[in-house]
């Protein structure tokens, strides 16, 4: 991630925006209603422009060192008295993986929000149609079917608004194999942290708890600790279809970024992995990942 280019997006809107705008940086690309609402009021727009005016600064999240196209998402927490909290997420690329490891803007967003509490969302929006592959990960979310796809390209004032069954016709979903749990949906498995168990251990512990693997019972958790003490994790997230699922160790990245949205990123000094027994596992893809951004993974099955 270019941090610079970040903070030169932020220099880009009204000074008098610049305190909310900061807020970015604390609360891990998330603003608040109230802070939502505040900035609509004072650059006297709707809340879909605002969502377009804000794209170009999740965009600027981006860490593209393959593709060089950035692209930016967000997406709206679902509140039934009115403006919910929005989450920023952009691409992420990973130099020296294979091309099934990026993850999508629109994925980066979704697990932002995912990992921030939020059970439903509104809506999302972004510059460019949604992949195949981001439509069907996005067919595993919770409520999916009253969830707005806004698409709003920024040299463009026209603004397109889908449904998940306009975009993925006659498409193949959780119900094919008779799961009833959705993405996002309010869960938690109870899972004992390995022994010997540290802060690491249990944070990762706690990640697979709340990991969502209804097809492979594969529950997993990441957790990185960053040399400045700061503990980051990251829990797995299935597909129906496989492929498009997000492992650990990707959303673990996607909030390690967000939490560094100021500064450059710290070191990571440690990293542990903790995955239910299943038939699959992500140890290997995992251990590669973090190997390649110079650490050691220690390794827990439960």
Not at 49 to 65: G, Y
Not at 123 to 140: D, I, K, S, T, Y
Not at 220 to 233: E, F, K
């Amino acid at each position: 991630m270019n941090h610079r280019a970040f903070q030169d997006q932020l220099a880009q809107f009204p000074v008098n925006t610049a305190d909310i705008l900061q807020q970015l940086i604390h609360q891990q690309g998330r603003l608040e209603p109230e802070q939502v609402n505040e900035l609509k009021g004072l650059m006297e727009l709707s809340s879909e422009n605002l969502l377009k005016a804000l794209l170009p600064l999740a965009a600027s999240m981006s860490t593209c060192p393959i593709s060089h196209f950035s692209v930016g998402a967000i997406v709206e927490g679902f509140r039934s008295e009115g403006q919910g909290p929005i989450y920023l997420g952009a691409n992420l690329e990973m130099a020296g993986q294979p091309l099934k490891m990026a993850i999508h803007a629109e994925q980066a967003a979704i697990s932002n929000a995912w990992h921030q509490g939020e059970t439903r969302l509104r809506r999302l929006m972004v510059n460019e149609a949604p992949c195949g592959h981001c439509r069907q990960f996005m067919n595993e979310l919770s409520e999916i079917d009253h969830m707005d796809i806004l698409v709003s390209q920024l040299d463009s004032d026209q603004q397109r608004q889908y449904s998940i069954s306009s975009l993925l016709p006659d498409a193949f979903g959780p119900g094919d194999l008779k799961q009833n749990t959705r993405l996002m949906s309010p869960s938690l498995l109870s899972l004992e942290s390995p022994v010997p168990a540290d802060e690491l251990v249990n944070a990762a512990t706690e990640a697979a708890q709340r990991s969502y693997a209804p097809y492979s019972g594969c529950h997993s958790g990441v957790a990185l600790l960053i040399d400045n003490g700061d503990i980051i994790s990251g829990r797995y997230a299935e597909n129906v279809a496989f492929n498009p699922g997000m492992t650990a160790a990707e959303a673990a990245l996607v909030n390690l970024r967000l939490s560094s949205l100021g500064k450059a990123p710290s070191k990571i000094i440690d990293a542990v992995m903790v995955e239910k027994q299943a038939s699959i596992s992500h140890k290997g893809m995992t251990a590669s990942i973090i190997s390649h951004i110079g650490a050691e993974l220690r390794y827990f099955v439960v």
